[in-house]
């Protein structure tokens, strides 16, 4: 009976912990410290239909910690905590929205880092994660490339 009950105790441990998160990977650091700093998007489709390149300029996401902040024209569009799995193809980065109007949900996505340019596509809130960085009308994705405005602000040393 004790077996029984360490058995169930290791499975209850694995899917509370292991499961919750990807493991802290040298590879999530990375990702992690890339995605930091300032992004101006570059360009962008929303269920189907391409933003506007009035818009374009106007759209910023800024990413401080495991945090990032999405505005348009400077109106709130989300404030999400980022979990990421560079060790899935193509990469996995989910937001747990913490102000927006989604406040709440979660939106599944997948994401290539590649110099100062981030590319994510993303399902609406609580849809299943898309597998391609395409958005078609009625899929409610949003498929957008970024790029880096500013890197972010070096920590101050520590004495």
């Given amino acids: ?9 290791v499975i209850v441990a694995v899917l509370t912990f292991g499961a919750a998160q990807p493991e802290e ?15 101006l998007m570059e360009s962008g489709v929303a269920d189907g239909y ?10 910023r996401r800024v990413c401080k910690g495991d945090e990032v902040t ?3 024209g400077g109106q709130l569009v989300m404030k999400a905590k980022i979990t990421i799995d560079p060790s899935r193809k193509p990469k996995t980065i989910d937001y747990q929205v913490i ?3 989604t406040q709440g949900k979660k939106h599944l996505g997948i994401y290539e880092l590649e110099g100062d340019r981030f590319k994510s596509c993303f399902g609406a809130p ?4 898309p597998t391609d ?19 972010p602000a070096p920590a101050p040393e520590q004495k």
Avoid: C, H
């Fill in 50 to 59: 391409p933003i506007p390149a009035s818009m374009l300029p106007n759209s």
């Fill in 99 to 101: 102000d927006g109007p």
């Fill in 25 to 39: 990977s040298q590879a999530v650091k990375e990702d992690m410290a890339r995605l930091q700093g300032e992004w």
């Fill in 1 to 9: 009976m004790k077996t029984i009950e360490n058995a169930l105790l």
């Fill in 133 to 151: 960085f395409t958005s078609k009308p009625g899929d409610r994705r949003t498929s957008s490339m970024w790029k880096r405005e500013k890197p």
């Fill in 70 to 72: 999405a505005t348009v």
């Fill in 126 to 129: 609580d849809a299943e994660r």
